[in-house]
């Protein structure tokens, strides 16, 4: 028999951070998070353009959830606000993702929201049926896939590097070429933004100022210089990209960033190139596999990933919540 419910909602402190870790790793195990991350993201983040509120839930004086509402900056709608609440999976039905949910809205309704985002991994029905009663409504779907990089047969691909250097096309990292060239940070900065605009999204991508791009892809504590791979041309213009960042709290993986190649320089074979590179530098690094990431719709990126090799695991889902509609 559940004990009677007793929700306490307050705003999240610095003190919370290991209770809130530790809530989310129960709730997502393969998706392990470290405290130097979490720090990050807040140490970095822009609260003069961007709105974020964080709260916790308790019971009976212990943290057994939390929530969060902010806006996106890689797709900045300023009445457009994202929400996130987990519960520990011993807590759940009890109220306690609904009082955070509840206090969100109204935080979201006090700045003259229009529309509440938020997502859920399809396999998680729990999650699904909590946004579908709550009006919310799907508007994407992001297939996972992982590529468990120990039987990878690099002999399937044996062409893959001859036919870029064909193109006049050098495959190498932002780490060999900032040893190199003073302007490689500016260079793969544009590169970045020019290939994250064609990533499929509801809204636009908002192009970050180089100093966002810099606190969030370089100077993370889990980002990987030495795994962001550089497609460039004769010209040295830089043409794609494919970068990997750590999971510092959990060695068995890679994180697969960005993978994008210039509208003009694409069917040459590039993207190829640049994820073999990523393969390669996991075998070495010794993890078990790679995550990554595609929308459903976006057929170039899937068919190149599934060539690979990578494993479809359950789609996570975006919703979206019309705060006009009661």
Known sequence: MKSPTKTSLRAFSPADYEDVIGV???????YRESLAEWRHWDDTWDAKKYFKARLVAEDGGRVVGWGQLNHAPWAFVSDKY?????????????????????????????????????????????????????????RKRDFESRLFVGKFDF??????????????????????????????????????????????????????PYEEWLKNAIEAP????????????????YQGVSN??????????????????????????????????????ALDRGVEHIKTWNDQYNRPMLAINEALGFERQPAWITYEKDLSVP
Not at 117 to 129: L, P
Not at 226 to 236: K, L, P, S, V
Not at 256 to 275: C, D, E, P, S, Y
């Open 82 to 138: 994202r929400v996130d609440i987990t519960v520990l999976p011993d807590f759940r039905r009890r109220g306690h993702g609904s009082a955070l949910h509840d206090e969100l809205v109204a935080i979201g309704r006090g700045r003259h929201a229009s529309t509440l985002q938020a997502a859920a991994r399809e396999s998680h029905t729990d999650g699904v049926a909590f946004l579908a009663r709550r009006g919310y409504q799907e």
């Open 244 to 281: 990997m960042f750590a999971a510092l709290d959990d060695p068995s993986f890679l994180w697969q960033g960005l993978t994008g190649v210039r509208r003009a320089a694409r069917g040459r074979g590039i993207a190829m190139a640049l994820k073999l590179r990523t393969v390669r530098y």
């Open 155 to 208: 002999s399937r691909f044996a062409t893959a590097d001859a036919r870029v250097e064909r193109e006049g096309v050098r495959i190498t990292s932002l780490a060999a070429e900032r040893a190199r060239d003073p302007e490689a940070l500016r260079k793969a900065y544009e590169l970045s933004e020019d290939c994250a605009a064609d990533v499929p999204s509801i809204d636009p991508h908002t192009q970050r």
């Open 24 to 30: 989310n790793r129960a709730s997502y195990p393969d």
């Open 222 to 237: 889990n980002a990987l210089p030495e795994a962001y791979f550089i497609a460039i041309d004769r010209d040295g213009r």
